[in-house]
């Protein structure tokens, strides 16, 4: 009798083991893993990077599908060519299947670039469904380009004038940043007094003299463009020097914000791409966007006075 209750036991701890395997098993298999990443992140002008994006999964390796996609957008940069491979290998005593799809990019200009997010379709053959995976717009950065092999000469002739220009450097550097601060702390005294439409009425007045008689159109539209994308900037928490105008607009209509704030902002940034892309500005246009930018100024100070009564 007693054998048979210790027979008994056994065959259901036995039975419990085994279902907590075949149910670990069963779990294991966690879907596709996809990731996406750029290397190097900071590129030479003169030099590519490798864009990789890399799905992973384990267990059955037929089990999934993936959809073929198209090549990622990109800004800034350029794919000049692509590649892809397939590898297989154990972990943990399972099969991992690795894919991965390579985009050789080119810069073209020095700046910023941006790999857009893709989506990515894959069918489970299992359950006969089809499932998506996104991945996240990443950004690089495009900086100078680097000397090409053999002119070793110039870094020897640059090391040189380092070597002279140190200790002039340094003194230059420790007067420079004497004038910072005190730059930024009669900036921040100044803040303190003056509302932010203020102080950027005043900087336009003082950067920009529409009376001179040699003035200099598409240098007053960029500098009435950089006042303008400042006070964005500031006054809405967005990067108003980075985002193009379409962007910008584009952001700025999520925010507290007229029509016609919008439609002034969206006009004058507009007429100021025009002036620097083309030289094509005129002094008609420039007194409009001067003044478009000044009534801004003015209606948002408007504004923010009604608010506080």
């Given at each position: 009798?007693l054998?048979?209750?210790?027979?008994?036991?056994?065959?259901?701890?036995f039975?419990?083991?085994?279902?907590?395997?075949?149910?670990?098993?069963?779990?294991?298999?966690?879907?596709?893993?996809?990731?996406?990443?750029?290397?190097?992140?900071?590129?030479?002008?003169?030099?590519?990077?490798?864009?990789?994006?890399?799905?992973?999964?384990?267990?059955?390796?037929?089990?999934?599908?993936?959809?073929?996609?198209?090549?990622?957008?990109?800004?800034?940069?350029?794919?000049?060519?692509?590649?892809?491979?397939?590898?297989?290998?154990?972990?943990?005593?399972?099969?991992?299947?690795q894919?991965?799809?390579q985009?050789?990019?080119?810069?073209?200009?020095?700046?910023?670039g941006?790999?857009d997010?893709?989506?990515?379709?894959?069918?489970?053959?299992?359950?006969?469904?089809?499932?998506?995976?996104?991945?996240n717009?990443?950004?690089?950065?495009?900086i100078?380009?680097?000397?090409e092999?053999?002119?070793?000469?110039?870094?020897?002739?640059?090391?040189?004038?380092?070597?002279?220009?140190?200790?002039?450097?340094y003194?230059?550097?420790?007067?420079?940043?004497?004038?910072?601060?005190?730059?930024?702390?009669?900036?921040?005294?100044?803040?303190?007094?003056?509302?932010?439409?203020?102080?950027?009425?005043?900087?336009?007045?003082?950067?920009?003299?529409?009376?001179?008689?040699?003035?200099?159109?598409?240098?007053?539209f960029?500098?009435?463009?950089?006042?303008?994308?400042?006070?964005?900037?500031v006054?809405?928490?967005?990067?108003?020097?980075?985002?193009?105008?379409?962007?910008?607009?584009?952001?700025?209509?999520?925010?507290?914000?007229?029509?016609?704030?919008?439609?002034?902002?969206?006009?004058?940034?507009?007429?100021?791409?025009?002036?620097?892309?083309?030289?094509?500005?005129?002094?008609?246009?420039?007194?409009?966007?001067?003044?478009?930018?000044?009534?801004?100024l003015?209606?948002?100070?408007?504004?923010?006075?009604?608010t506080?009564?």
């Amino acid at each position: 009798m007693l054998r048979l209750q210790a027979v008994i036991v056994f065959l259901l701890l036995f039975a419990a083991a085994w279902a907590q395997v075949a149910d670990t098993t069963a779990t294991a298999d966690s879907g596709i893993r996809v990731s996406a990443f750029v290397e190097p992140r900071n590129i030479p002008q003169n030099r590519t990077a490798q864009l990789t994006i890399r799905l992973e999964w384990t267990g059955d390796l037929d089990r999934y599908e993936v959809t073929r996609f198209d090549n990622p957008l990109v800004q800034n940069l350029d794919i000049i060519s692509t590649a892809s491979a397939n590898k297989v290998s154990s972990v943990d005593g399972q099969l991992m299947a690795q894919q991965d799809y390579q985009y050789t990019l080119k810069p073209e200009a020095l700046g910023m670039g941006y790999v857009d997010g893709i989506i990515i379709r894959y069918n489970d053959a299992a359950t006969g469904k089809e499932y998506r995976l996104y991945t996240n717009r990443l950004e690089v950065e495009i900086i100078d380009p680097l000397p090409e092999p053999g002119r070793y000469t110039y870094l020897y002739m640059i090391g040189a004038i380092i070597i002279v220009a140190i200790p002039i450097l340094y003194i230059f550097i420790r007067r420079h940043r004497q004038k910072v601060n005190q730059a930024r702390l009669e900036e921040e005294r100044l803040a303190a007094i003056v509302p932010l439409e203020q102080q950027y009425l005043n900087a336009m007045k003082e950067q920009i003299n529409l009376s001179e008689a040699d003035l200099q159109i598409n240098e007053t539209f960029a500098a009435l463009s950089r006042l303008l994308r400042q006070y964005i900037a500031v006054r809405w928490q967005v990067p108003g020097m980075e985002l193009t105008t379409s962007e910008l607009v584009e952001t700025l209509k999520s925010k507290e914000l007229d029509d016609r704030s919008l439609s002034d902002i969206e006009a004058s940034l507009h007429a100021a791409d025009v002036a620097k892309f083309s030289g094509g500005g005129d002094r008609a246009t420039l007194d409009r966007v001067y003044t478009l930018v000044e009534s801004l100024l003015q209606r948002q100070a408007g504004n923010k006075a009604e608010t506080v009564m």
